[in-house]
Nanobody
Framework: RVQLVESGGGSVQSGGSLRLSCTAS????????MGWFRQAPGKEREGVSW????????GYADSVKGRFTISRDNAKNTLYLQMNSLKSEDTAMYYC???????????????WGQGTQVTVSS
């Protein structure tokens, strides 16, 4: 059974940093593109960042470019999201997802984690 487990969320003040992790099991991690998505209350889910299976290609939403960095360690079956210069508008539940296609379209991702909450106070 495929499992994606996020960790690293929490509460931080504006300007602070957090590092999210997503550990995968039950799938051949290095075969899958991975993505981070977020959803704030009352808002639609949005793509934050995505990375190709070997990590050679990455993409970011305009709202996080220059502040967030996605990476992966295929030997550890783990995906990361380093979030710096956090803003109140980054407050959301953050989800990692795995899919066959390298894309920012959440509908293309097959497996999803349960999410980790990030709260940024101003």
């Amino acid at each position: 059974r495929v499992q994606l487990v996020e960790s690293g969320g929490g509460s931080v003040q504006s300007g602070g940093s957090l590092r999210l992790s997503c550990t995968a099991s039950g799938l051949t991690f290095g075969f899958y593109a991975m993505g981070w998505f977020r959803q704030a209350p009352g808002k639609e889910r949005e793509g934050v960042s995505w990375i190709s299976p070997r990590g050679s290609n990455t993409g970011y939403a305009d709202s996080v470019k220059g502040r967030f960095t996605i990476s992966r360690d295929n030997a550890k079956n783990t995906l990361y999201l380093q979030m710096n210069s956090l803003k109140s508008e980054d407050t959301a539940m953050y989800y990692c997802a795995a899919g066959i296609q390298y894309t920012d379209d959440p509908d293309r991702f097959t497996y999803w984690g349960q999410g980790t909450q990030v709260t940024v106070s101003s």
